[in-house]
């Protein structure tokens, strides 16, 4: 399977089993201390002090909750000042993404100030499903995660597969036991339908819907 290069936003939920300083303005800040700071999905966000120097202490964040891609793939690239990107005679930035830092789907989704789904992406490559490997990972809907439900099946037990292991379920199975725990949110509409269908790039297909907490918690 083709990987899009990822950086992990090292954003966490609080871990109540470790005790977090409240920052105040006289707070003082040692190596190892942990912070709360800020929220994520409505649960406050743990940092930890790795490292102070003349700029202050560096800080991470305690539990990685989200993955994003660094950039999206798409036909034409844009440098700030609305000119094209050069691609080589492989066509990587069509394929994969752009390595341009400044005008990065990650570096525009980490600076916005507007709400979900309003970001100005300024490469002109909106990080959408249909941009990215397997539609994995995509930014736009700030709800919910939607998995094309064959691929996501197969590519478990492929997985599984390739260690000589196989998986124990089938995927109907698989998708009623995630629905009856809450993981998937089925077609309320449609009794017994696990799948929902929604519009990408004008086209109508069909994907296991999950809001994107529950989705985390699966796999972290």
Request: hydrophobic letters at 35%; glycine letters at 6%; a positive charge.
């Amino acid at each position: 399977m083709k990987k899009i290069t990822s950086i992990i936003l090292t954003l966490a939920i609080m871990l109540v089993s470790i005790p977090a300083l409240p920052i105040q303005a006289s707070t003082t800040i040692k190596i190892g201390d942990y912070v709360q700071i800020g929220i994520y999905y409505d649960e406050p966000i743990l940092w930890r002090c790795v490292d102070i120097d003349e700029n202050g202490p560096l800080i991470l964040a305690d539990k990685i909750i989200s993955i994003k891609p660094f950039d999206a793939n798409g036909t034409t690239h844009k440098y700030l000042n609305g000119n094209n990107q050069a691609d080589n005679n492989y066509h990587y930035r069509r394929s994969y993404g752009s390595n341009l830092w400044q005008t990065s789907n990650m570096r525009c989704w980490l600076n916005s100030t507007s709400i979900a789904g309003n970001v100005t992406w300024l490469d002109g490559c909106p990080p959408i499903a249909a941009n990215l490997s397997n539609g994995y990972n995509e930014y736009v809907d700030s709800t919910y995660v939607y998995l094309l439900p064959e691929t996501a099946y197969n590519d478990v037990t492929s997985f599984l597969g390739r260690q000589g292991k196989v998986f124990p379920i089938t995927a109907v199975t698989l998708n009623q036991i995630l629905v009856k725990k809450g993981y998937i949110i089925p077609n309320k509409t449609k009794d017994g339908t696990k799948t929902i269908k929604v519009t990408i790039n004008g086209i109508r297909i069909t994907v296991l819907r999950f809001t994107k907490k529950n989705f985390l918690q699966i796999i972290y």
